[in-house]
């Protein structure tokens, strides 16, 4: 190891010492460990004992051709064992299979450097330190270490296309058996501490884009992620993870863009943009809560933006704020059926100043390689809180929201029974007729729901109802604007009981502004308002119903 003076003996700054000195130059004296402090900004004792390691210096040859998994794991390994420091990825293709980062260690990507994915499978490995569920081939991994990073303007490309033999893993609905696991995740992180990735570009995965499991400490800011080669092609896929934050990113995927399943806790996600085939905010499992969502712009995105699915889980404490939605189905459902466990909830859940357009069904995306095959439950969506059986959810609030339906429901989806099941949102509207109950939000068994500064209307004529409310008790709905249509319903309460609606304004002529259906309905509370477009009032149940 050579030693290098840092300015202070030989009279010059860190930076007069710097400009004199090449990268070049060192490496030519020989040097294998090319001194951090080329990067730092700072005089502190880390930036003294840190090293550069340049994967070229240990045998890469960046040609795209030639495998440099040996050389690249070897500058990472000796990082490792100096106490740690940079491994520097120079411009280049750096064609590679299965890699370890390990603790302290940040793998720098330059400009123009892109470490790629062999398209043979036996250059992958499915490491024993990494679980098996939903396949443990990867390309990038880190088990039980800390201090990890992945920084710079490079790229790691999966080169995934290679992977795609037409089948799926078989985990969404209609899965099939024998699904295709054994294909590499682009990045695993396991039981790690102290994550850091920032700016780099992380594309075409073989599976999924990253896996963070059973971390702490994530901290992920600025990076791309355009995954759209293979089925399965997530971005974030977050299990029983905490301390997350993820700012500033652009995420284009196929699948899920941001899963977070299993107990993930004190995770926020701001300032990003989402595109992809499925769902964005995905929950399912777990002990989920304390979770943000804010400054979020979410594009052509179907299987339902924000989908909770809730059984064995305890969800709460979750808040979605100045959110746009942009030809979207769903575009946020949430379903629980606990059974027999009583210990579980869904609860405290709160959607601020939202705006979502609608469109009738899924499209095609034009640089997915495959088409989108709508289910049927997933034309003419809406909102969908779905409590079934003696599960309930708790404590549910939309305020400052618009939404734009695309239209076309007819008098049979308004009139169809829902059935009692609790899957994907989709599933739950999948029956005859295709399509929901209500355009804008249905809710059933919700007990505290409250509705403030709520806009629903849609593009072209629909038959179905604004809102419906079943069983459905303690809601305050404050400053509801719908839009009616002549030959139907406003709003349908079935099973619904002491709810206050105060300053509801219907836009446009309607049959009927509120149908009451159930002998359980009772204390519903009309307070002023503007609903005179509507021919009637009210019909049904009337006597549970007063209007003031």
């Not at 491994?87 to 790629?116: M, Q, Y």
């Not at 300032?271 to 964005?280: A, D, G, Q, V």
């Not at 399912?284 to 969502?293: H, L, P, Q, R, Y």
């Not at 509801?504 to 002023?528: E, K, M, P």
Request: include cysteine.
């Amino acid at each position: 190891m050579i030693n290098y003076p840092t300015g202070e003996a030989s009279g010059l700054t860190r930076r007069a010492w710097l400009q004199k000195i090449s990268m070049p130059a060192l490496a030519a004296a020989g040097a294998t460990a090319i001194p951090a402090i080329a990067l730092a900004t700072g005089d502190t004792a880390k930036d003294k004992y840190s090293f550069i390691y340049d994967v070229v210096q240990y045998g890469a040859r960046g040609d795209g051709h030639t495998n440099d998994t040996q050389a690249i794991q070897r500058a990472i390994d000796e990082c490792h064992q100096q106490r740690g420091g940079i491994v520097w990825v120079p411009a280049g293709d750096f064609l590679c299979g299965t890699l370890e980062l390990k603790s302290n260690v940040t793998l720098h990507l330059a400009v123009g450097g892109r470490i790629l994915g062999s398209p043979r499978r036996e250059d992958y490995q499915a490491p024993a330190s990494i679980p098996p569920g939903n396949g443990n081939v990867v390309f990038l991994f880190a088990a039980n270490a800390e201090n990890i990073s992945i920084e710079g303007s490079g790229t790691i490309d999966g080169d995934g296309i290679h992977f795609n033999n037409g089948k799926g893993d078989g985990t969404g609905p209609g899965g099939q058996k024998g699904g295709n696991f054994d294909r590499p995740h682009l990045v695993i992180f396991y039981r790690c501490r102290h994550i850091r990735i920032q700016d780099a570009f992380f594309t075409r995965s073989a599976y999924h884009c990253f896996r963070i499991l059973e971390c702490r400490e994530v901290n992920i800011r600025g990076i791309r992620i355009y995954n759209r080669v293979n089925r399965n092609n997530d971005g974030f896929h977050f299990n029983s993870s905490q301390h997350v934050h993820i700012s500033d990113c652009d995420v284009a995927c196929q699948d899920d863009g941001c899963a977070l399943f299993g107990s993930n806790q004190f995770v926020t996600v701001t300032n990003c943009t989402f595109s992809t085939r499925w769902s964005i905010f995905r929950f399912g499992s777990g002990e989920a809560k304390n979770i943000t969502v804010s400054n979020c712009i979410i594009y052509d995105t179907y299987g339902c933006p924000v989908k909770i699915g809730a059984g064995k889980s305890k969800i709460e404490n979750l808040l979605f704020s100045n959110i746009v939605m942009e030809n979207v189905t769903g575009p946020i459902g949430i379903g629980f059926n606990a059974g027999s466990n009583s210990d579980t909830f869904v609860r405290n859940i709160a959607f601020n100043n939202i705006r979502a357009s609608l469109v009738t069904q899924p499209k095609n995306h034009p640089d997915i390689p495959f088409d989108v095959k709508p289910f049927a439950g997933e034309q003419y969506s809406c909102i969908t809180l779905n409590g079934v059986g003696d599960s309930y959810l708790e404590n549910i609030s939309f305020t400052d929201v618009q939404v734009t339906a695309a239209g076309g429901g007819t008098t049979a989806m308004a009139t169809k029974e829902v059935p009692a099941v609790s899957v994907e949102y989709f599933g739950v509207w999948g029956t005859a007729p295709a399509g929901a109950a209500a355009y804008g939000l249905y809710a059933r068994n919700v007990k505290g729901l409250t509705l403030q500064n709520v806009r629903l209307t849609y593009r072209e004529p629909d038959l179905r109802p604004a809102l419906v409310l079943d069983n459905v008790s303690d809601a305050a709905v404050q400053g509801l604007s719908i839009q009616g249509h002549p030959d139907a319903t406003a709003l349908r309460f079935i099973n619904s009981r002491d709810i206050l609606c105060t300053a509801t304004r219907l836009l446009s002529a309607a049959n009927t502004f509120l149908q009451v259906d159930g002998h359980q309905s009772a204390n519903i509370i009309i307070a002023g308002g503007d609903h005179h477009k509507a021919q009637r009032a009210c019909q049904g149940n009337t006597q549970a119903v007063q209007i003031k």
